[in-house]
């Protein structure tokens, strides 16, 4: 398990504090973690508790969810465009977002499918609050339990009538980016844009645990959540075959395993 400050540790301090759900590979997280690894950006990780009100983070960022990443005395960023704009400007080598005006415009588009409202991340967390929605309603829920489910389910508008569209959303996203991995892989090019590691590999390579998560001894996860992550239709996992071993190829040559949440 990684090491975390306390918010008061983390208040004291300058620098780069990342707050982050601990024990989970929460995409956005891990995201943020691979970027400022790339960019050999000092940061310290800020515990979250996932599932409890963090009075003490809401008290200093304004949020109590996570990720939260603060820079000195800067406001706090939570957006993931957010986050990955301000690494470039503080850590400008190597580059994550493309020069060229129409890969970034392209880098930026594709990515929001990832991170974005309705994208990977946000329809693959609704499709797993249906088993939330059936442990929450069980006779002896734990409370705590319930609230859990109540939080998530209005942070991402959930509902039963809504989880065919967001099914297809999840198949939509995956295919769209494996056309994108094959029309480079035709140019003779290893990465998702351009011919070299861009922030959208990135966002590939930590959200795809949300479909297929590494195994257990480079992803260690509670057996539950790890059981639900890999539940989805075979048709998105069978569209990700080629995008799965792309994420492999990033986490073997540019992030590092095992994952360290």
């Known amino acids: 398990m990684a090491d975390y400050l306390d918010v008061a540790e983390a ?48 008290a200093w960022t304004g949020h109590r969810n996570a990720p939260v990443a603060v820079w000195d005395d800067e406001r706090p960023r939570t957006h993931w465009a957010d986050i990955l704009v301000q690494a470039e400007r503080l850590a400008p080598e190597p580059r994550l977002v493309p020069a ?30 249906v088993d939330m929605h059936a442990g929450a309603s069980a ?22 009538e809504a989880t065919g569209r967001m099914r297809e959303r999840t198949f939509e996203i995956v295919s769209l980016l494996a056309a994108q991995l094959r ?40 057996p539950t959540l790890r059981a639900s992550y890999a539940r989805g239709e075979v048709r998105t996992r069978e569209a990700a075959a080629d995008l799965l071993a792309h994420r492999d190829f990033v986490y073997r040559e540019h992030l590092g395993l095992p994952l360290d949440f």
Request: overall charge positive; hydrophobic content about 45%; aromatic content about 12%.
């Open 11 to 58: 208040r004291a301090r300058r620098g780069m504090r990342l707050a982050i759900s601990a024990g989970f590979p929460g995409p956005w997280g891990e995201a943020a973690k691979a970027i400022y690894r790339l960019k050999a950006l000092p940061f310290a990780m800020v515990r979250q508790v996932v599932g409890q009100p963090n009075d003490e983070l809401f």
């Open 100 to 129: 060229d005006a129409e890969e970034r415009l392209r880098m930026f588009g594709l990515a929001h499918e990832l991170c974005g409202e309705e994208g990977l991340g946000w329809t693959r967390r609704h499709e797993l609050l």
């Open 139 to 160: 006779p002896g829920a734990p409370e705590a339990y319930r609230e859990t489910f109540r939080g998530l389910a209005s942070r991402y508008a959930w509902s039963v």
């Open 183 to 222: 029309a480079q892989q035709r140019a003779g090019r290893r990465y998702l844009l351009g011919d070299r590691l861009t922030a959208l590999d990135v966002y590939w390579a930590t959200f795809a645990v949300l479909i297929d998560p590494l195994p257990d001894a480079y992803c260690p996860m509670e």
